[in-house]
Structures are given as C-alpha cells and as structure tokens.
C-alpha cells in the first residue's frame, strides 16, 4: 500500500524556522506534481505549495510567499518544505499530497487534483 508520511513538524517561536518532508513508501515516487496544505482547527484544510513533477515549477499561496521554499529530490524520494519567519498563524497540522497532474496546474490549490494523502504533521508556532 502506498503511503505519504510526513515528518519535521514541532514547536517553535515565532520567528523562527522548521523544515518539514515528505517521504512515500510502498513504491517510488511517480512523476507527478506533489503539494503541501494545511489545516487550522476549525477550518478547512488550505493549499500552501505545490512543485511539480521534476522541481522546475513551483507555487505558492500568497499567505507564505517569500517564506515558504518547496524542493523535492526524486532520486532520495523526499518533498521538502522550508518554513522560514514563521508566524502563529502557521499554526496547524500539514499534510503533503501527490497530485494527478504533472507539469502544470491552473488551479494547484484544488484538492481534488491530489489523490494521496500523508497523515499530517502538526505545526505549532508560538508568539
């Protein structure tokens, strides 16, 4: 069975830095567009990033621009996001995702163009 599990999450002060990634298991990773999202309690779960099947596209929600980086290396199977200067509304628990798209997205904060799901990590930033 294929699997998303994401690690990295934690507590930390605002400010500050946390690297979250993504790894599959159950094969490699496919050639598809992978994201990441997140869900506050009591909201719906969000787009945050999404970066497409070979690393050359990226995007990103405006709420985490300039802060944000995502990466991938196909080759160890991970998905990376870089969370710099990070705010207490940051807080929530994130997930990555694989798409069902690969190059390009006109609407990559759809959920409904993401078919595998991690288990969510939870991110807690502190003021």
């Known amino acids: 069975q294929v699997q998303l599990v994401e690690s990295g999450g934690g507590l930390v002060q605002a400010g500050r830095s946390l690297r979250l990634s993504c790894g599959i298991s159950?094969?490699?990773?496919?050639?598809?567009?992978m994201g990441w999202f997140r869900q506050a309690p009591g909201k719906e779960r969000e787009f945050v990033a999404a970066i497409n099947w070979n690393g050359a596209g990226t995007y990103y929600a405006d709420s985490v621009k300039g802060r944000f980086t995502i990466s991938r290396d196909n080759a160890k199977n991970t998905m990376t996001l870089q969370m710099n200067s990070l705010k207490p509304e940051d807080t929530a628990v994130y997930y990555c995702a694989e798409a069902t798209w690969r190059w390009t997205s006109s609407r990559p904060e759809d959920r409904t163009g993401y078919n595998v799901w991690g288990q969510g990590t939870q991110v807690t930033v502190s003021s």
């Open positions: 159950g094969r490699f990773f496919s050639n598809y567009a």
